[in-house]
């Protein structure tokens, strides 16, 4: 029993050694200090050079550290200085993003101004033009559309313009324009040139419209005045003189009966 208290001592008095063997006092250099704190972050002051001149400049030690190195006091070397190089490196840095932000908005305002003109210039979005779809494709709704030109007519105008030819002409008219049109919204061009495209051939189209309406009304007119002539021409009951009437009388009767 008493070798093992004995033995517990002893082991317990070296570990006691080896903790006091494996302190480590820390040394404080004030040249070194100062020296950390000029570089880092404080200012660069002359009389914090350690050592100093001493009384009259005697201080040996002050001559054989800073005898060699007279300008280094003198020259701020913070590199958090004014001038220092990481200011410097900030300074680059942030006016490298300034053109970095500059570029990115430059390439943005072209990026824009390409989806733009683009937008303008191709064919395959051009029906989506604003003033296609507010004007222009009302206007030529009846021509994209193809109706019936001699709708709301009567059939003996209708086969009047058919055997005369008029129809088949108004239809190439129409088929021609059309395909122009076509063209028109399909083919890549600015903006301007389709938009004038469009305008040419709006007045084109109402020039034929204007022209086949005329065609229309002296069609009606030429059935009507044939039809009377063919009446007074044969008449359905011939006139006979009566007794005991007056010239304007027979007159009147003559005219009631070329009306019917």
């Keep these: 029993m008493k070798s093992r208290i004995f033995l517990l001592l002893c082991l317990a008095i070296c570990s006691l050694q080896q903790v006091k063997a494996q302190t480590v006092k820390y040394q404080t250099d004030q040249h070194i200090v100062n020296q950390q704190e000029r570089m880092v972050h404080k200012q660069w002051d002359r009389k914090k050079f350690t050592p100093t001149k001493g009384f009259l400049g005697l201080n040996y030690q002050y001559w054989l550290t800073w005898g060699l190195h007279p300008n280094y006091p003198k020259t701020d070397l913070r590199p958090l200085s004014v001038s220092g190089p990481q200011t410097q490196r900030l300074l680059l840095v942030a006016a490298m993003k300034n053109t970095e932000e500059a570029y990115k908005k430059h390439v943005d305002t072209l990026r824009n101004t390409a989806l733009g003109e683009m937008a303008g210039y191709a064919g395959a979005v051009s029906l989506t033009d604003p003033l296609w779809q507010l004007y222009y494709r009302k206007e030529f709704q009846p021509l994209i559309e193809q109706i019936d030109p001699l709708q709301g007519s009567t059939p003996e105008v209708q086969n009047y313009l058919t055997r005369i030819g008029v129809l088949e002409w108004y239809r190439e008219e129409t088929q021609a324009l059309a395909q122009r049109l076509n063209s028109a919204t399909t083919t890549n061009m600015d903006r301007g040139s389709r938009i004038m495209s469009y305008h040419s051939m709006l007045e084109e189209y109402r020039k ?53």
């Design 208 to 260: 034929l419209l204007a022209t086949w309406e005329a065609k229309k009304q002296r069609a009606v007119l030429y059935l009507k005045v044939s039809k009377v002539n063919a009446q007074v021409k044969e008449p359905s009951e011939p006139i006979v003189a009566q007794p005991g009437r007056t010239d304007r009388q027979i007159v009147d009767d003559i005219l009631r009966k070329s009306k019917l």
